[in-house]
């Protein structure tokens, strides 16, 4: 079984930043990928960023530029650096990692496994 733990979500103001962290158990040792999703109330959710240990790293065009992920494939961390937060960055923030599936990072279907979520809230 995998377990993924997220935390460092918080409440902080319009153009502030914010890490977030997810930490992996269990099976994650052979994992290829980790990703963050992210889902805000009434919408879809959607692809943040995502790490694959063998092809580098994606973003969303919503937040590139403005957030950075990065992880640590022995450790299975992945973390996420969120600056200059917008009003629209609030979401649920979730965890994902990708074991046996396979497919496009970018879509949460690949993802075998996630975790509860953390809550980023940006006050404008």
């Known amino acids: 079984q995998v377990l993924l733990v997220e935390s460092g979500g918080g409440l902080v103001q319009a153009g502030d930043s914010l890490r977030i962290s997810c930490v992996g158990s269990?099976?994650?040792?052979?994992?290829?990928?980790m990703g963050w999703f992210r889902q805000a109330p009434g919408k879809e959710r959607e692809f943040v960023a995502a790490?694959?240990?063998?092809?580098?790293?994606f973003y969303n065009d919503a937040v590139k530029g403005r957030f950075a992920i990065s992880g640590e494939h022995a450790k299975n961390t992945v973390d996420l650096q969120m600056n200059s937060l917008k009003s629209e960055d609030t979401a649920v923030y979730y965890c994902?990692?990708?074991?046996?599936?396979?497919?496009?990072?970018?879509?949460?279907?690949?993802?075998?496994?996630w975790g509860q979520g953390t809550q980023v809230t940006v006050s404008s």
């Open positions: 994902a990692t990708v074991v046996t599936g396979s497919g496009s990072v970018y879509r949460s279907s690949t993802y075998d496994y």
């Open positions: 269990g099976r994650t040792l052979r994992n290829w990928a």
């Open positions: 790490m694959s240990w063998f092809s580098g790293t």
